[in-house]
């Protein structure tokens, strides 16, 4: 027979707290202005078939028929951590240095593929701004059986020696801005959860977010590639 009394106090206030939070995890909410961008409230929220949720927003100088702008090139600023990074049990700061590379990486090389890509601004140029504005590790929610008395009490233990998931979100926004002038030119928010972690001490690395990754630099082509066909349309009236 297992007994529980000396756990009595802290399974109380646990199962409660636990049993307080259950819902479902993380739902997507709609954007919170933290500052990075310009004008939240310009973004509209868009989901393709593939789940990945896009809060966008793009001048009329890039979508317009007729003369869209062009740009001489593209320039890309290393992508920050916003508000700056500071290292947590389970994010180091080796950890986040490399999913920063990860990125810098396959932006530039998305990029690449249909725009000249420069090392400093220039005249005519765009500047691309990434930063990931949010990397939260939480407790995952409750299942539905987890709300039933005993399970509640099992899954407070459980929550009480750190064994139960961690839900990752993370979110990335890209500002795109005219070399000289600074005018705004598209602003990007993408948002989603990342692979979870098993426990309290498993460390985030890149291998837990580069599928959410990949999937965002996926839609970043697809809006680079449909840019430039409207570009192209134009070259060729």
């Not at 399974?11 to 636990?18: E, F, K, P």
């Not at 590379?101 to 249909?114: A, F, L």
């Not at 590639?225 to 070259?235: G, L, M």
């Amino acid at each position: 027979m297992i007994k529980f009394s000396h756990f009595k106090l802290p399974l109380v206030l646990v199962a409660s707290i636990v049993f307080l939070n259950a819902c479902s995890s993380h739902p997507k909410l709609p954007i919170i202005d933290n500052g990075y961008l310009n004008d939240y409230s310009k973004l509209t929220m868009v989901k393709n078939d593939k789940g990945v949720v896009q809060d966008r927003w793009f001048s009329q100088k890039l979508t317009r028929a007729i003369r869209p702008i062009e740009p001489s090139a593209f320039f890309i600023k290393p992508v920050v951590f916003y508000p700056e990074f500071t290292a947590q049990d389970q994010l180091t700061t080796q950890n986040i240095k490399k999913i920063q590379d990860y990125v810098n990486q396959q932006m530039r090389n998305t990029v690449n593929k249909y725009f000249v890509v420069v090392d400093k601004p220039q005249v005519g140029a765009f500047i691309i701004a990434p930063a990931i504005t949010k990397m939260k590790i939480s407790l995952e929610g409750l299942s539905p059986l987890e709300v039933l008395p005993f399970k509640a009490v099992l899954s407070g233990i459980n929550y009480a020696i750190g064994g139960r998931d961690r839900d990752v979100e993370v979110r990335l926004e890209n500002k795109v801005s005219l070399a000289i002038t600074q005018e705004p030119l598209a602003e990007i928010v993408f948002r989603g959860d990342a692979l979870q972690l098993e426990n309290d001490s498993e460390q985030l690395t890149k291998a837990h977010v580069r599928a959410l990754l990949d999937s965002w630099i996926t839609q970043w082509d697809k809006n680079l590639s449909a840019y430039k066909t409207i570009i192209d349309k134009r070259e060729h009236k």
